[in-house]
């Protein structure tokens, strides 16, 4: 009769404590042994009764187990991560190698030498790259503001954050760039980012950021320290040069924020504008700024007053027009506002502006007077010939070349035998009491003040006998002045205009010929009684 075995309490204990072991290595996800090695060992147990050591060695195989394959997972992460470097250098190295490639010659050698793509391994886990552009905004050649643009990325390349400013107040284009690199860097500070890489296409905020160059003005230095103190708040940051475009999420943003200003601009200023010249009111467009001084004139008056004055060749350069404005328009300007003729006029002067007074030499014949430099007349010899027309004349007497006598015969010869052109300004000459320069051969008139002449080519001389001065001293023995010229009294006339001054200059053959140079300045103290012409209107 077969009878029942009663199981003892250590097979008992011994059973508990495997479907412990069991129900933990399940709930942790590790397959120790699999269902054929458990039932193997789990009835070499059972088989034997009370043997504990046997199941702790047991439990100590499986961690070993476990440890063995932490140990491999490490390595084989690290082995990935390894892989995964080396291929992003590859990667790295293959696009800027085909950067390199498709630049062309001329851009090499303006960019080749600071060209650079860091290959950013110091820089691990998650981070931000940030785009940034600003612009300065000008209206009617005057800077009125700037466009700031700017873009927060993820490492995967993904937007998360597009940035549009305008500041309405002048900038230049460095400070604007810096005030674009502040607000992107609050951005991603406000967003929590602590690895940050960002990317301009400013080489001078590329290099000062990394400590290169200085910052040089006031307003970039304060908003360099801004950069700087935000910067410090991340754990890492890093600058890249952006050339090929690189920089377009920031840039096509900033220049939409331009674009924009200026059509609010255009839509808001409906307002008329008053000429202070022609006293009408004219739309915004039709107005004109100038550059040096920010004075405001219709476009129709002041490509008058430009073309007026250097076609009439009252003063140059050309000044502003505003009452008491000292500022003159500049060479770029008076070109853009020139008719055809006049621009040839307009050259003429800027080159003989260019040349010293007492070096500048004109052609004598009447239907050349080309200028020409004395300076660039290397031979000593009187005897020059004019590059325009290809004649000769003489450079000491200023006139046509004196074939048959010197200098010295030509200067003696009577008025008659003399050039018919010439002849009759020696006579007036003559007539009105002028004298002519040694030097530069310039007919002066006394109008008032001593005898001692200073010519605008800087010689000096006595107006009674012509003679020269030597080191500032008067080598003759003529008076220094005459009352006459010292203390002017009013000349009368009779009430009907008629009188002998009147008719005297009425029968001068050059009376009101000319323009007077004093009054186109203000400074003519003849008044009535000049003999040259106060305005077109007055020239026979």
């Not at 001084?293 to 476009?299: A, E, G, L, P, W």
Request: with cysteine.
């Amino acid at each position: 009769m077969a009878m029942a075995v009663a199981p003892s309490a250590s097979d008992s204990d011994l059973a508990f404590q495997m479907q412990m072991n069991e129900a933990l290595a399940a709930s942790m996800g590790i397959d120790t042994l699999d269902d054929r090695g458990k039932a193997g060992w789990r009835s070499k147990l059972l088989g034997v009764e009370g043997d504990a050591a046997l199941a702790i060695r047991v439990q100590e195989m499986e961690l070993e187990a476990l440890q063995k394959q932490e140990e491999d997972r490490g390595k084989a992460a690290k082995l990935l991560k390894a892989l995964n470097e080396s291929a992003d250098q590859l990667l790295h190295d293959e696009a800027m190698a085909r950067e390199i490639d498709e630049m062309d010659e001329g851009e090499w050698e303006e960019n080749g030498d600071l060209y650079e793509r860091p290959f950013q391994s110091g820089i691990t886990g998650t981070f931000f790259r940030v785009f940034f552009k600003g612009y300065s905004v000008s209206e009617g050649g005057v800077i009125v503001g700037a466009a700031l643009g700017g873009s927060i990325m993820d490492s995967s390349g993904n937007e998360l954050l597009q940035l549009k400013r305008y500041v309405a107040t002048p900038t230049g284009k460095n400070v604007a760039q810096y005030y674009a690199l502040v607000d992107v860097l609050k951005s991603a500070q406000s967003m929590g980012a602590r690895k940050i890489i960002a990317y301009t296409d400013s080489r001078p905020l590329n290099n000062q950021i990394k400590g290169y160059w200085s910052v040089s003005t006031k307003a970039m230095k304060a908003e360099y320290d801004k950069a700087i103190g935000l910067i410090d708040s991340f754990e890492s940051f890093d600058i890249n040069l952006a050339l090929h475009g690189e920089n377009w999420p920031a840039d096509n943003l900033a220049k939409s924020v331009s674009i924009s200003q200026r059509q609010n601009t255009a839509s808001s200023s409906r307002s008329m504008f008053h000429c202070v010249i022609c006293l009408e009111d004219v739309q915004d467009a039709d107005i004109y700024t100038l550059t040096e001084c920010s004075h405001k004139f219709c476009s129709s008056c002041v490509k008058q007053h430009v073309e007026a004055t250097v076609t009439t060749g009252r003063t140059f350069p050309v000044a502003c027009p505003q009452v008491e404005c000292t500022k003159k328009f500049t060479e770029g300007e008076c070109k853009k506002l020139l008719s055809e003729v006049a621009l040839k006029v307009f050259m003429k002067k800027i080159e003989e502006e260019r040349i010293p007074d007492a070096e500048r030499v004109y052609c004598p014949y009447p239907n050349c007077s080309d200028l020409m430099d004395r300076r660039t007349f290397l031979d000593p010899k009187p005897r020059k010939l004019c590059g325009a027309c290809h004649r000769y004349f003489c450079l000491d007497c200023r006139v046509p070349w004196h074939t048959f006598s010197t200098c010295a015969g030509y200067q003696r010869l009577p008025l008659d035998l003399k050039d018919a052109a010439d002849a009759k300004l020696y006579r007036l000459a003559e007539n009105q009491n002028w004298r002519q320069c040694k030097q530069c051969r310039r007919m002066i008139e006394l109008l008032e003040g001593c005898y001692h002449m200073t010519c605008r080519c800087g010689c000096e001389f006595c107006y009674t006998c012509g003679m020269e001065y030597r080191n500032k001293i008067q080598m003759c023995t003529c008076n220094l002045w005459d009352d006459r010229y010292i203390i002017r009294e009013e000349e009368e006339f009779s009430d009907d205009g008629s009188g002998s001054d009147v008719e005297m200059d009425l029968r001068d053959p050059f009376y009101k010929t000319q323009l007077c140079r004093y009054f186109a300045n203000g400074h003519c103290r003849h008044g009535v009684n000049c003999r040259f012409a106060h305005g077109n209107h007055e020239l026979r």
